[in-house]
């Protein structure tokens, strides 16, 4: 089985307007339009078995209104494949009640993103999220290291996430893009004694750019390489490895390929492709 832990996707209405920002910002390519449509598509296309949505809200009042479109995206899962997370932001005046009621409709998580929320995560407003979070059993994805889009955010670096991880109790961690998005060797010095997850989205290969010319070198589209890749999963220990693409911003046939075929055992790619995201949201 084959699990996506880390996706977006967008309501028809705003998916155009939607990842041409994201893309004009990033100055990368997205590799569909971004619709809940497409995503389906390119599962069934590339083998992929399950999809997890990891909204954001980048202002408090986004909150309710994401996570109602959240679970009802669920009340379709079994037919197609796409699970949404639910969101929460440090601005929101009172998260305990809104994500009780998330987690009683059977929402696994919340999606933060301290470089769009603009609060650094070690920051009392997210440590009270990550408590509750705790209390609740719901699984907390994080935005970590910095963002293609903000190149000069420090909100999520692998320091702050070290001292939020150390501080927040019990709550179960993944931290996106290898553990911090081009702040990989300090992330592999800080992060792995904090018992958090990590995700594989947008950090094994090179960037794909979307054609603006922002990019003038090859070394700018530059993540990780196959060596650096691997140091990472060993310093975490594959069973605390998630497949993640971050479509549409990540061909995820393509990236479960690429995974596929570095020199892993058996037991460690089926456990990073989907195994470890089966135990951590209790899908059988």
């Known amino acids: 089985m084959i699990i996506d832990i880390h996706t977006h996707a967008f309501p028809d209405a705003i998916a155009q307007a939607a990842v041409s920002k994201l893309q004009a910002g990033s100055h990368t390519f997205a590799f569909s339009d ?52 639910g969101c929460m932001h440090p601005g929101f005046e009172d998260p305990a009640p809104e994500l009780e009621r998330i987690a009683r ?5 919340i999606k933060l993103h301290p470089a769009y929320q603009q609060v650094d995560f070690d920051d009392e407003r997210y440590l009270r999220i990550l408590d509750i979070c705790a209390a609740l059993g719901l699984v907390v994805i994080t935005h970590a290291g910095y963002d293609v889009g903000l190149p000069l955010c ?77 140091g990472i999963v060993r310093a975490f220990g594959y069973e605390r490895v998630l497949f993640g693409s971050d479509s549409p911003w990540g061909d995820a046939g393509a990236d479960a390929r690429r995974i596929a075929a570095l020199p892993l055992s058996e037991t460690e790619t089926a456990a990073i492709l989907g195994g470890n995201a089966q135990k951590l949201l209790g899908i059988k």
């Not at 599962?43 to 959240?70: C, W, Y």
């Not at 037919?79 to 997370?85: A, I, P, Q």
């Not at 995700?199 to 196959?226: A, V």
């Open 105 to 109: 409709a059977g929402v696994r998580g």
């Open 154 to 230: 420090a909100q999520a670096s692998a320091e702050k996430l070290a001292r939020a991880a150390k501080k927040a109790k019990g709550v179960t961690l993944v931290l996106a893009h290898m553990g911090a998005w081009r702040d990989w060797q300090r992330a592999c010095e800080l992060l792995p004694e904090t018992g958090a997850y990590i995700d594989t989205s947008f950090s094994l290969g090179s960037m794909t750019p979307c054609g603006d010319g922002y990019y003038k070198t090859p070394q700018e589209l530059e993540r990780l390489s196959e060596e650096e890749f691997l």
């Open 34 to 85: 971004g619709t809940y449509g497409a995503l389906s598509a390119g599962m069934k296309a590339s083998g992929i078995d399950m999809s997890v949505v990891l909204p954001v809200a980048t202002g408090a009042r986004q909150v309710e209104h994401i996570n109602d479109f959240a679970i009802r995206v669920n009340e379709r899962t079994a037919e197609t494949g796409v699970m949404s997370f």
